[in-house]
T-cell receptor, first 117, second 112 residues
Framework: DGGITQSPKYLFRKEGQNVTLSCEQNLNHDAMYWYRQDPGQGLRLIYYSQIVNDFQKGDIAEGYSVSREKKESFPLTVTSAQKNPTAFYLC????????????????FGQGTRLTVV | DQQVKQNSPSLSVQEGRISILNCDYTNSMFDYFLWYKKYPAEGPTFLISISSIKDKNEDGRFTVFLNKSAKHLSLHIVPSQPGDSAVYFCAARTQGAQKLVFGQGTRLTINP
């Protein structure tokens, strides 16, 4: 079945360490995204990528880095520079919205809960 | 600046009645709107969407209404069922842009 997979589901990190969250999709989607959810808040965009080898900062990119070497994969690294890394991280993918107005929804993975200890 | 706002953090509805979730936006360039449903510790799942050229879209028990002049959209669920208890997010996108902007979410509880 096609889908988007995030791993691991739960992740613990010591302060000062970098950690990488995995996101893989087999939906043949060009666009991929990373969002963060905190209690009582909506989903905030960290980074997104519209095509391989290209990505853009979202609203809260500081302390994070990404790469897009393959269409299927969009890993997110939470660096030690991120002040409040404990959160629920969501990866999503979608077809590329065309300028002719074709709209498509984004599909989300199951999320990774990162806890800094 | 919160471009998409869901002003009600929670809503409680009796089973079988109508649930109405509201969403307001400030960016007049938004032309595509979506509703997602989210259970705890899971990713959001897509429910229904509407393009700005329409004012209503229906899919089974779910109907989304768009009022462009008021920059307001709403999701109607009827009849409400216990499995509808979840957090609902509205989201919006501008034409040609890839990223979705999300509201804060509304926690819907369906009471038996």
């Amino acid at each position: 079945d096609g889908g988007i997979t995030q791993s691991p589901k739960y992740l613990f990190r010591k302060e000062g360490q970098n950690v990488t969250l995995s996101c893989e999709q087999n939906l043949n989607h060009d666009a991929m995204y990373w969002y963060r959810q905190d209690p009582g808040q909506g989903l905030r965009l960290i980074y997104y990528s519209q095509i391989v080898n290209d990505f853009q900062k979202g609203d809260i990119a500081e302390g994070y880095s990404v790469s897009r070497e393959k269409k299927e994969s969009f890993p997110l690294t939470v660096t030690s520079a991120q002040k409040n890394p404990t959160a629920f991280y969501l990866c999503a993918s979608s077809k590329t919205q065309g300028y002719e107005g074709v709209n498509t929804e984004a599909f989300f993975g199951q999320g990774t809960r990162l806890t800094v200890v | 600046d919160q471009q998409v706002k869901q002003n009600s953090p929670s809503l409680s509805v009796q089973e079988g009645r109508i649930s109405i979730l509201n969403c307001d936006y400030t960016n007049s360039m938004f032309d595509y709107f979506l509703w997602y449903k989210k259970y705890p510790a899971e990713g959001p799942t897509f429910l229904i969407s509407i393009s700005s050229i329409k004012d209503k879209n229906e899919d089974g028990r779910f109907t989304v209404f768009l009022n462009k002049s008021a920059k307001h959209l709403s999701l109607h669920i009827v009849p409400s069922q216990p499995g509808d208890s979840a957090v609902y997010f509205c989201a919006a996108r501008t034409q040609g842009a890839q990223k979705l902007v999300f509201g804060q979410g509304t926690r819907l509880t369906i009471n038996p």
